[in-house]
């Protein structure tokens, strides 16, 4: 199936049996299949190599997580259901993430109690917990990070958050600790390290100014609520860089193999391309490319050109319809076969040492454990 | 609801469009099902007949550039198009560090200052800690854009926003609600009522692009819910990539098929008439799939608009032919 592609054949077998890789992590642009891929390699590690292995999921598909029987965001490995664990000895879990309990773990551990509830209570927590561009990242990358130091698991597969672009996922760490450690926050927290009254109290003449303007802008209220949150942050961030920078050296060790999921579409393949000038750059570890939803044809002797052709033959007749259809999706299903390759072609031209496979698209959408099976011997 | 300014019939100003009366169409669908092309598309369409129209893009991709083969886009209305008797296709990509600056130099006459802001980091931390300020900065500027008037009449017929995916739309669109958890009083608060105001008013209407397929269907059908439950009016279900309707009868057998062959001169050997056969109904049954997806669609009650797939790519040729399309539903 990768006939057409010039890259090395990417050995997912191979990387799934070997006993020192303990971390896959599927990237990719957002809409290419990386939870369905994610979920098929898991199923595979365990079912065909004997792997104890947990999914760790960020925002699957309802049916899809039903068919691994996650009901709900609960952050607790579940056991699925339905697989073959007597052929190879392996198990299979999976989970969902859930990014606000996740990031109240973090506080707690990090805080006293009451300092856990004050923060807690901080309309400024409660929106950044939830929305704060990044936070997902962050939070999967803690969860991952928490999942590996428990030495529970042989294998873990993390499907990464359906960013805006898959870079986030590299990024999120390094942007919230950069703006918690930021001299914006800095100069916030100033009057609130010394105890003085206003907030701004203690900065210099340029920044009253902005004090000024914030607060006609936003109001006061909000800049008590900020310097609040900020202040409680502070006692924390110590402990915030450390675990994110400790995850972000998992990452580049060789434990860690990072798989680019995408479809052969521009976009995600640009975004894999990136990805991938990252990665490399990161010193992290690049295993291959998947290419999902890929068409292909067995019967390459009856060209595009002639099945049309032949198709407005029989149209001019007026008999055989069904033929003329049946030769119209032969040559259209040629045409997006050829286009897919090109599309390809771009990622494995930029980066012909990238072992890649392919997967052929399914007629209907994956949500089963025997769907997950057969998406899972395509890869391999 | 702001009462529609009677204007002279001149430069620019035609009035709302037959089909598609409202002035600010929110465009949004799951990603990779082409929200951007039936954006672009749209605000192609309704700049046709001397029309003026704004393409907006919020989400720093600079998309509308691609689509239009021209360089990233700045931070400025920037004409992208011709159409038909004079009209014209502006776009905009709104950077939400822009929007702030000019946002508080309108209101502040900041200045040097506002550069200052910059500097320090502030801008960022202001964008980056709540984001719902940022939306109600990016959709504050598309609100500028929609109700701007020059001389008494209305700067653009229509303003189309290419707006987040669905998964993320209706948080994005719901600023007041996302901005007063962290603001009281004071302007931002003004503003993101006056937003909150348009988007709810029949001027506006968010267009819902899909493809059909399992996961953008349910996407469109959970942001529509979603979007109904904030009386965020939904205008129609955009159905991306439609294929031919091949095989209407919804059967084929390999005998028809080697007949067919042999009538039309091609080899008829086994091998080729059971490929074909496989073929074929891999279609019927991705066919079926996509029958029941499109009943689900129609279930909603919603205007329903068909686009092909363009098997070639979408070029500025093809935008004219979709642009053509989604003015004729």
Same mark, same amino acid.
């Given at each position: 199936?990768?006939?057409?592609?010039?890259? &090395?054949?990417?050995?997912?077998?191979?990387?799934?049996?070997?006993?020192?890789?303990?971390?896959?992590?599927?990237?990719?642009?957002?809409?290419?299949?990386?939870?369905?891929?994610?979920?098929?390699?898991?199923?595979?590690?365990?079912?065909?190599?004997?792997?104890?292995?947990?999914?760790?999921?960020?925002?699957?598909?309802?049916?899809?997580?039903?068919?691994?029987?996650?009901?709900?965001?609960?952050?607790?490995?579940?056991?699925?259901?339905?697989?073959?664990?007597? @052929?190879?000895?392996?198990?299979?879990?999976?989970?969902?993430?859930?990014?606000?309990?996740?990031?109240?773990?973090?506080?707690?551990?990090?805080?006293? &109690?009451? #300092?856990?509830?004050?923060?807690?209570?901080?309309?400024?927590?409660?929106?950044?917990?939830?929305?704060?561009?990044?936070?997902?990242?962050?939070?999967?990358?803690?969860?991952?990070?928490?999942?590996?130091?428990?030495?529970?698991?042989?294998?873990?597969?993390?499907?990464?958050?359906?960013?805006?672009?898959?870079?986030?996922?590299?990024?999120? &760490?390094?942007?919230?600790?950069? /703006?918690?450690?930021?001299?914006?926050?800095?100069?916030?927290?100033?009057?609130?390290?010394?105890?003085?009254?206003?907030?701004?109290?203690?900065?210099?003449?340029?920044?009253?100014?902005?004090?000024?303007?914030?607060?006609?802008?936003?109001?006061?209220?909000?800049?008590?609520?900020?310097?609040?949150?900020?202040?409680?942050?502070?006692?924390?961030?110590?402990? /915030?860089?450390?675990?994110?920078?400790?995850?972000?050296?998992?990452?580049?060790? &060789?434990?860690?193999? /990072?798989?680019?999921?995408?479809?052969?579409?521009?976009?995600?393949?640009?975004?894999?391309?990136? /990805?991938?000038?990252?990665?490399?750059?990161? #010193?992290?570890?690049?295993?291959?490319?998947?290419?999902?939803?890929?068409?292909?044809?067995?019967?390459?002797?009856?060209?595009?050109?002639?099945?049309?052709?032949?198709?407005?033959?029989?149209?001019?007749?007026?008999?055989?319809?069904?033929?003329?259809?049946?030769? @119209?999706?032969?040559?259209?299903?040629?045409?997006?076969?050829?286009?897919?390759?090109?599309?390809?072609?771009?990622?494995?031209?930029?980066?012909?040492?990238?072992?890649?496979?392919?997967?052929?698209?399914?007629?209907?959408?994956?949500?089963?454990?025997?769907?997950?099976?057969?998406?899972?011997?395509?890869?391999? | 609801?702001?009462?529609?300014?009677?204007?002279?019939?001149?430069?620019?100003?035609?009035?709302?469009?037959?089909?598609?009366?409202?002035?600010?169409?929110?465009?949004?669908?799951?990603?990779?099902?082409?929200?951007?092309?039936?954006?672009?598309?749209?605000?192609?369409?309704?700049?046709?007949?001397?029309?003026?129209?704004?393409?907006?893009?919020?989400?720093?991709?600079?998309?509308?550039?691609?689509?239009?083969?021209?360089?990233?886009?700045?931070?400025?209305?920037?004409?992208?198009?011709?159409?038909?008797?004079?009209?014209?296709?502006?776009?905009?990509?709104?950077?939400?560090?822009?929007?702030?600056?000019?946002?508080?130099?309108?209101?502040?006459?900041?200045?040097?200052?506002?550069?200052?802001?910059?500097?320090?980091?502030?801008?960022?931390?202001?964008?980056?800690?709540?984001?719902?300020?940022?939306?109600?900065?990016?959709?504050?500027?598309?609100?500028?854009?929609?109700?701007?008037?020059?001389?008494?009449?209305?700067?653009?017929?229509?303003?189309?926003?290419?707006?987040?995916?669905?998964?993320?739309?209706?948080?994005?669109?719901?600023?007041?609600?996302?901005?007063?958890?962290?603001?009281?009083?004071?302007?931002?608060?003004?503003?993101?009522?006056?937003?909150?105001?348009?988007?709810?008013?029949?001027?506006?209407?968010?267009?819902?692009?899909?493809?059909?397929?399992?996961?953008?269907?349910?996407?469109?059908?959970?942001?529509?819910?979603?979007?109904?439950?904030?009386?965020?009016?939904?205008?129609?279900?955009?159905?991306?990539?439609?294929?031919?309707?091949?095989?209407?009868?919804?059967?084929?057998?390999?005998?028809?098929?080697?007949?067919?062959?042999?009538?039309?001169?091609?080899?008829?050997?086994?091998?080729?008439?059971?490929?074909?056969?496989?073929?074929?109904?891999?279609?019927?049954?991705?066919?079926?799939?996509?029958?029941?997806?499109?009943?689900?669609?129609?279930?909603?009650?919603?205007?329903?608009?068909?686009?092909?797939?363009?098997?070639?790519?979408?070029?500025?040729?093809?935008?004219?032919?979709?642009?053509?399309?989604?003015?004729?539903?």
């Amino acid at each position: 199936m990768v006939a057409e592609l010039t890259a &090395p054949r990417l050995d997912v077998d191979g990387l799934l049996a070997d006993p020192s890789i303990r971390i896959v992590v599927c990237c990719g642009a957002g809409g290419v299949g990386k939870t369905t891929t994610a979920a098929a390699l898991g199923l595979r590690a365990a079912e065909v190599h004997g792997r104890r292995t947990v999914v760790l999921t960020i925002d699957p598909a309802r049916r899809l997580a039903q068919s691994m029987g996650l009901t709900e965001l609960d952050n607790t490995p579940r056991q699925v259901k339905g697989i073959d664990v007597e @052929r190879a000895g392996g198990e299979l879990h999976a989970m969902m993430l859930d990014m606000k309990r996740t990031f109240d773990e973090v506080v707690e551990q990090h805080t006293t &109690p009451k #300092r856990a509830a004050e923060i807690f209570a901080n309309p400024f927590y409660q929106a950044m917990s939830s929305t704060f561009a990044g936070t997902q990242e962050y939070m999967a990358m803690e969860k991952l990070g928490q999942l590996r130091a428990g030495e529970e698991w042989d294998l873990i597969v993390v499907d990464t958050p359906p960013s805006r672009s898959a870079l986030d996922f590299l990024d999120a &760490p390094a942007r919230l600790s950069r /703006f918690l450690d930021g001299r914006m926050l800095r100069l916030l927290l100033a009057p609130a390290r010394t105890g003085g009254r206003s907030v701004f109290s203690l900065v210099t003449a340029s920044f009253g100014l902005f004090s000024k303007t914030v607060q006609k802008v936003l109001g006061a209220q909000l800049l008590t609520d900020l310097s609040g949150f900020v202040a409680a942050l502070d006692s924390m961030f110590g402990g /915030f860089r450390q675990r994110a920078d400790q995850t972000y050296r998992i990452l580049q060790d &060789p434990q860690t193999a /990072f798989l680019l999921v995408a479809a052969p579409e521009r976009d995600a393949i640009r975004e894999a391309a990136y /990805f991938a000038e990252r990665l490399v750059a990161e #010193r992290m570890p690049l295993a291959g490319l998947v290419l999902n939803r890929m068409h292909h044809t067995e019967l390459a002797g009856l060209s595009a050109a002639e099945s049309e052709a032949a198709a407005a033959r029989l149209d001019e007749t007026g008999d055989n319809q069904v033929t003329a259809d049946v030769l @119209r999706i032969h040559a259209s299903l040629l045409r997006q076969a050829e286009r897919e390759a090109g599309v390809a072609a771009g990622f494995t031209g930029a980066f012909p040492a990238v072992p890649t496979t392919s997967v052929t698209a399914q007629p209907a959408d994956v949500h089963d454990v025997d769907g997950l099976r057969t998406i899972g011997a395509l890869l391999a | 609801m702001p009462v529609r300014l009677t204007r002279a019939r001149n430069v620019g100003c035609m009035g709302e469009h037959r089909n598609w009366p409202e002035r600010l169409h929110v465009v949004t669908g799951k990603g990779g099902t082409g929200k951007s092309t039936v954006a672009a598309a749209l605000a192609l369409g309704l700049a046709a007949g001397g029309r003026r129209t704004l393409l907006v893009e919020v989400e720093g991709r600079q998309g509308i550039a691609q689509l239009f083969g021209l360089e990233p886009l700045p931070y400025a209305e920037r004409r992208v198009a011709q159409t038909t008797g004079g009209g014209e296709v502006r776009a905009l990509a709104v950077d939400p560090e822009e929007a702030l600056l000019e946002y508080l130099d309108m209101f502040y006459k900041l200045g040097a200052a506002g550069r200052a802001l910059r500097k320090v980091g502030a801008i960022d931390f202001a964008t980056t800690i709540a984001p719902g300020l940022r939306d109600v900065l990016l959709t504050g500027k598309v609100k500028e854009a929609t109700t701007r008037s020059r001389d008494g009449n209305r700067f653009y017929d229509a303003v189309v926003l290419d707006a987040p995916p669905t998964g993320r739309v209706g948080r994005f669109l719901n600023v007041t609600e996302e901005t007063a958890r962290l603001v009281k009083v004071g302007p931002i608060k003004t503003q993101s009522e006056g937003v909150a105001s348009l988007l709810r008013s029949p001027m506006t209407a968010v267009h819902v692009v899909t493809l059909l397929e399992e996961m953008p269907v349910q996407e469109t059908l959970d942001a529509i819910a979603e979007l109904s439950a904030l009386h965020i009016p939904v205008g129609r279900v955009v159905v991306n990539g439609a294929r031919p309707p091949l095989l209407a009868d919804g059967r084929v057998t390999k005998a028809e098929i080697k007949r067919g062959l042999t009538a039309a001169g091609l080899p008829a050997a086994t091998a080729t008439v059971s490929r074909l056969a496989t073929e074929a109904q891999a279609h019927l049954t991705r066919r079926e799939l996509e029958e029941s997806l499109r009943l689900e669609l129609a279930e909603l009650g919603r205007p329903m608009v068909e686009l092909p797939l363009l098997p070639a790519g979408v070029d500025r040729a093809a935008l004219g032919e979709l642009a053509a399309l989604l003015m004729r539903a």
